[in-house]
């Protein structure tokens, strides 16, 4: 294939860089297979990605702290994954494109143009509604305008990222921004969470290989996470789960249970009521996940997860808040069982003397 | 704030604030009530060996109606000390007293506890099925001992369900919201109802026992 010729398919864009059909195909199935679809549809993936045209997309950076950017681009080596994110045509991105200022604005404005009603919108970071949106703006306008006005000729919205989702960090109690998520003011789109702070990159992957090759958003969950991804708990997959069974858990981060690998369970992990991808599909390029290195999950991709009480306090421990009202309630009970056995001494009294 | 936010917070802390006050009014009620003067002799001073040596004489059954009662009986104690090994000795119930009361001990095996709960859940059936087939028990029965059947089993249920994540298409975060706010239906219901007994039986016991004593009764 000629070098200097741009490439207009992801096929020839992935034989440019020497990519074999082998392992392509493999690439296929192992995106096919986490996303749950059978085995036969490898080769659809396959055929229907190859000849794939680049993908507009246009990529909102609001409330947010550049995890998410930093989690899908800065792979450990050059991957398929990455390739895919290296082909769609990424037509806005403060982070990562080379215009800045009004020319980046007039990018946004161009491509919107060229592509409406056919671009994908990736949400990263929380849109502020308190007091007119004011708490964060991009060239003088507010992240709700621009959400509002970017979704209007959009063909689907990914909300990456728990701020994104569900509110994350700056929804946390007090909420000073009135930080909310996507799907909270964008009701007329179809919007897909890929939760987690930050997201699983494979999980980007899947979810755009999927829009690529079938033209829609993959099955959702009720917070509309990929069900492929966010079906199962950390727990339900979790390798340390057998010592969970057997009741052996590391009490301490530097006691005997941890250093055998016990369970976790104890020290605060939340893996129970978690779903996400992070114990199958792993970090890394599947090398390793918060547990496996020692540390209980947080619970990062479920919303309010900020507010759900200590990250060390185990799941089932109560949430009880302090022992005046249980004091407050002895007293009254005390109190009223007391007045109670009054009211039938007078009433025995007056029995008596009734004689 | 979503279910299990709900159960976790609120609903416990407003479940045992009704405990903690239903419990502290019977029992105020019950020991403050007035007593009948006994210008008797007390024919024995050991009124407090009475109370005890009762409190443990009527915990077997007496010979006259060992056979009679041997069934519940023998029910009635594997499904006690069934709850008592699901309610204590399984770790994420003691991390929750520990919550509470700042120390902890040692657990069982998850596997001895799915056991234990099993067999309760069966030996409370058991008896239920009791219940329904002897005229006379039914005849006794009324809406507090089923309510009080159903607010014991619901949270071994929904426990073993969340255990077994057997949702029925519930969500296992769900089911732990439900079993929760089961275990706070009961911790509402304790004082108010026969279930009361958790905290009066020994304290009933003890003053019939002791009351036995000062006539020179046997206990």
Redo the contacts between chains.
């Keep these: 294939m000629d070098q200097g010729k741009t490439p207009q398919t992801l096929g020839e864009e992935l034989r440019r860089r020497g990519m074999s059909r082998r392992t392509f195909l493999k690439f296929c199935a192992a995106v096919a297979s986490s996303m749950a679809l059978p085995a036969t549809m490898a080769p659809v993936m396959a055929e229907a990605l190859a000849g794939a045209r680049r993908q507009s997309v246009i990529w909102l950076s609001f409330q947010e702290c550049t995890g998410c950017v930093e989690s899908l681009t800065r792979s450990y080596a050059p991957s398929l994954e990455s390739l895919i994110f290296d082909f769609i045509s990424l037509d806005y991105q403060h982070t990562l494109q080379a215009a800045a200022g009004h020319q980046a604005e007039e990018a946004r404005e161009a491509a919107m143009k060229a592509h409406w009603g056919k671009y994908l919108v990736i949400v990263d970071g929380s849109i502020p509604l308190k007091d007119g949106g004011v708490y964060s703006t991009v060239a003088g306008e507010t992240n709700l305008d621009t959400l509002r006005h970017v979704a209007e000729g959009a063909a689907a919205i990914i909300s990456v990222g728990t701020c994104a989702a569900f509110g994350g960090l700056p929804k946390a109690h007090p909420n000073p921004t009135g930080a909310a998520a996507v799907t909270d003011i964008i009701k007329d789109k179809p919007v897909i969470n890929v939760p987690g702070c930050p997201p699983i990159p494979e999980v980007m992957t899947g979810v755009i290989a999927n829009f690529l090759t079938f033209g829609k958003l993959p099955d959702m969950d009720h917070l509309n996470r990929p069900l492929a991804f966010f079906g199962d708990?950390i727990?339900?997959r979790c390798y340390r789960r057998p010592f969970?069974?057997?009741?052996q858990?590391a009490k301490r981060f530097d006691d005997e249970g941890a250093r055998n690998g016990w369970c976790l369970?104890?020290l605060g992990c939340k893996g129970?009521?978690v779903h996400n991808a992070c114990a199958t599909t792993k970090w890394n390029q599947n090398l390793t996940f918060p547990i496996q290195s020692g540390h209980g999950c947080i619970g990062c991709s479920e919303?309010?997860f900020w507010d759900?009480?200590s990250f060390y306090?185990?799941?089932?421990?109560?949430?009880?808040?302090s022992a005046e009202?249980?004091a407050?309630?002895?007293v009254?009970?005390?109190?009223?069982?007391?007045g109670?056995?009054?009211l039938?001494?007078a009433r025995?009294?007056d029995i008596i003397k009734k004689g | 704030m979503?279910l299990?936010?709900f159960a976790?917070?609120p609903a416990?802390?407003w479940a045992?604030?009704?405990l903690?006050?239903?419990?502290?009014?019977?029992?105020?009620?019950?020991?403050?009530?007035?007593r009948k003067s006994d210008l008797s002799e007390p024919r024995t001073h050991g009124q407090w060996f009475g109370a005890v040596r009762t409190i443990l004489s009527r915990s077997v059954p007496a010979p006259a109606f060992r056979s009679r009662v041997l069934y519940s009986n023998l029910l009635g104690y594997t499904f006690h000390i069934g709850l008592a090994i699901v309610v204590f000795a399984y770790?994420?119930?003691i991390?929750?007293f520990?919550?509470?009361l700042g120390f902890q001990w040692p657990?069982?095996?998850?596997?001895v506890i799915s056991v234990a709960a099993v067999v309760t859940l069966f030996s409370l059936v058991a008896l239920l099925v009791r219940r329904l087939t002897s005229p006379v028990l039914r005849l006794i029965s009324n809406f507090d001992d089923y309510f009080s059947w159903v607010v014991t089993v619901a949270p071994l249920v929904t426990g073993l369900m969340a255990v077994a994540?057997m949702g029925v298409g519930l969500r296992?975060?769900t089911l732990?919201a439900v079993h929760l706010l089961s275990v706070w239906l009961l911790f509402i219901w304790l004082p108010f109802g026969k279930l009361g007994h958790a905290f009066l039986v020994f304290l009933s016991r003890g003053t019939t026992g002791a009351l036995f004593a000062r006539r020179g009764a046997r206990t």
């Design positions: 708990t727990h339900d969970y069974r057997r009741g858990f369970y104890e129970p009521v919303p309010n759900k009480g306090a185990p799941l089932s421990s109560g949430r009880w808040g009202g249980i407050a309630a002895a009254v009970g005390t109190t009223v069982g007391i109670s056995a009054m039938s001494r025995q009294s | 979503d299990l936010e976790r917070g416990m802390q045992l604030i009704i903690v006050l239903g419990i502290t009014w019977r029992v105020a009620g019950i020991v403050f009530l007035k770790m994420p119930h991390l929750w520990e919550s509470i657990a069982l095996p998850n596997a994540d296992y975060e732990l």
